[in-house]
């Protein structure tokens, strides 16, 4: 349920987005959606609703043929989901499938634009993805991730094969 816009300044479209740009912008250091979430009183997951990387991801990324599946992995993955650390410096995205690639470098640098931070896309093929023989596919299936809106989750893939 969407709450109404504080009356003291109706021009922020919630109390949320008052709470997050509050401690963005008047607090004294970087703050992990993890803190942003508990400052504003809610969920990570509406945190991340507001703030938008999975969702301007999954915009930029749904139209692209041979996407299979796709997340956000590594530290911002980890903040969303409540690990603490240091506040991620870029955003690291797994896509599964043959994208075109000149068409994935286009969507990501869309998204890069739009976000104002670096994207460190990792392609696999999805024989790559459900091999066991890589302990880095190992390690980030093991580490959270976050959906991009409609696409299919890599750990989807698993079961269809």
């Known amino acids: 349920m969407r709450e109404r816009a504080p009356a003291v300044f109706p021009v922020l479209r919630s109390r949320l987005t008052a709470a997050v740009l509050a401690r963005t912008y008047i607090g004294d250091g970087e703050y992990s959606v993890a803190d942003l979430a508990a400052t504003s009183e809610t969920d990570t997951g509406t945190v991340v609703i ?3 990387p999975a969702q301007i991801l999954g915009k930029e990324l749904e ?3 041979g996407v299979e599946a796709a997340a956000i992995f590594g530290s911002w993955a980890a903040r969303v989901s409540g690990e603490p650390g240091p506040a991620p410096a870029d955003i690291d995205l797994l896509v599964i499938g043959r994208p075109d690639r000149d068409d994935l470098h286009e969507a990501v640098g869309r998204a890069r634009q739009k976000l104002g931070r670096d994207i460190n896309t990792v392609t696999l093929t999805v024989d790559r993805w459900n091999a ?3 302990p880095f596919i190992a390690q980030v299936r093991t580490r959270p991730m ?3 809106g409609d696409i299919p989750e890599p ?3 698993a079961a269809v094969q």
């Open 50 to 52: 507001v703030l938008g």
């Open 63 to 65: 139209g692209l043929t």
């Open 132 to 134: 066991d023989d890589d």
């Open 146 to 148: 976050v959906p991009l």
């Open 155 to 157: 750990q989807d893939l």
